[in-house]
DNA sequence: GCAGGTTAAAGCGTCATTCA
DNA sequence: TGAATGACGCTTTAACCTGC
C-alpha cells in the first residue's frame, strides 16, 4: 500500500472541514491548491484522479490528495453521496512510501532535559485505503459540529480530533504488516526485553524462537529497522541513561548492570549511540529539571 | 576515561526448496 | 507463482585487549 510519510514537528494543522451529501451525477471540480485533502467517503462511490491517476473511493474508504497536485472528479457517481472531508497544512512535503518498507518499531531517539528541540518523529497516512468507519464517524461528526460554531472554548478540541483521525489512519496502516512478521518481531522483542541484560547470542534467540536466525533477523529488520543486536544496544543505552541519571554508580557498575562488562566498549557504544560520554551526559544533566 | 588494533560473531545478498 | 523458510559464503561490526 501506497502511503505518506510527514515529518514531525510540527504537527499537521486543520485549516477546514466539512461534510457534504452530493446528488448522484455530481462531479468534484477541477483544482489545484497548496493543502492535504482528506476525504472519507461515508456512502456512495467518488471517482477523484489526482496528478493522472484515477481514484474510485468507494464506501469506508479514505483518499487523502497531496498539495500542488491537480485533482478532480473524473465520473460522476451515479448515486447519492455522502463524504466528510478536511483540509490540512503541513511542511515539508510529505514523503511516498511503501507500508511494508516502514519501520514500524524503531526505537526512537527520547528527549533529555538537555534538549531545546523536540526529537524528530515522522506520521504516517495510507494514501487510500479501506477503514472501519464506525470508529471515525463520530470523530469527524464533532470536528465539523465545532468547525461549524468555532469558539475560543472549543479550539484546541479541534486540533485533538484531527490528531485522532491521524491516530488512527496510522495504526490503521501498522495493522496491515505481514502477520508471520509482526508476530516474530514481537516475539523477538520480548526475547530481547528479557535478556538484554545477557551477552547477545544469535544461536540463543535461535533455539528459543524456533526460527533460523537469519530470517529472524530480516523479519525484525522489515519490522523495527534494524538488527536484534543493534535492537538491543538502544535498550541497553537508554537503561544506562537513566541510571546515569539517577544514580551515582561508576560507569563499571552501569555497564554491568545493563549488560556490557567492557566499560571501554560501554563508552564508546554510548558516545555512538548519543553523541555524547556517559560522563559528560551525566554532568550537563546535573541541575536541570 | 578514552581510543586503536584484532578477531569472533553477526549481517546480508543470493540462491534453493517447500508449500499454498 | 509468490511468499515463507533455510543455507552458504563473503563482508561488516561488536566486543575484547591493550596502552595512553
Not at 105 to 125: C, E, F, R
Request: charged share 25%; hydrophobic share 40%.
Amino acid at each position: 500500500m501506497k502511503c505518506l510519510e510527514l515529518p514531525i514537528p510540527a504537527l499537521p494543522q486543520l485549516v477546514m472541514a466539512g461534510h457534504t451529501v452530493w446528488p448522484p451525477e455530481t462531479k468534484h471540480f477541477e483544482r489545484r491548491f497548496d493543502l492535504y485533502d482528506v476525504v472519507f467517503v461515508k456512502s456512495g462511490t467518488l471517482y477523484m484522479t489526482e496528478d493522472g491517476v484515477p481514484y474510485e473511493v468507494r464506501s469506508g474508504e479514505v483518499l487523502v490528495l497531496e498539495p500542488g497536485l491537480m485533482h478532480y472528479g473524473h465520473k460522476a457517481s451515479g448515486e447519492q453521496t455522502e463524504i466528510f472531508w478536511f483540509h490540512f497544512v503541513h511542511s515539508p512535503r510529505a514523503r511516498v512510501v511503501d507500508n511494508r518498507d516502514i519501520p514500524w518499531k524503531t526505537v526512537l531517539q527520547q528527549g533529555t532535559s538537555l534538549d531545546v528541540k523536540p526529537p524528530s518523529h515522522v506520521m504516517i497516512l495510507p494514501k487510500h485505503a479501506q477503514t472501519d468507519f464506525k470508529l471515525y464517524e463520530s470523530l469527524l461528526e464533532r470536528l465539523v459540529e465545532l468547525q461549524q460554531l468555532l469558539t475560543l472554548e472549543h479550539s484546541l478540541e479541534i486540533h485533538l480530533l484531527t490528531i485522532q483521525i491521524f491516530s488512527l489512519l496510522q495504526y490503521s496502516v501498522c495493522r496491515q504488516l505481514a502477520p508471520q512478521t509482526r508476530a516474530i518481531s514481537e516475539k523477538a522483542i520480548d526475547y530481547l526485553k528479557l535478556t538484554m541484560r545477557e551477552p547477545f547470542s544469535a544461536k540463543h534467540m535461535e533455539r528459543e524462537l524456533h526460527f533460523d536466525y537469519d530470517y529472524i533477523s530480516r523479519c525484525f529488520k522489515k519490522y523495527t529497522g534494524m538488527t536484534p543486536a543493534k535492537y538491543v544496544q538502544h535498550l541497553r543505552i537508554e537503561e544506562a541513561k537513566a541510571l546515569l541519571h539517577r544514580t551515582d554508580l561508576p560507569l563499571a557498575d552501569i555497564g554491568e548492570r545493563i549488560g556490557i562488562r567492557d566499560v571501554n566498549y560501554f563508552v564508546r557504544l554510548f558516545k555512538e549511540l548519543t553523541g555524547t560520554t556517559p560522563i559528560r551526559y551525566r554532568v550537563s544533566g546535573r541541575g536541570y529539571v
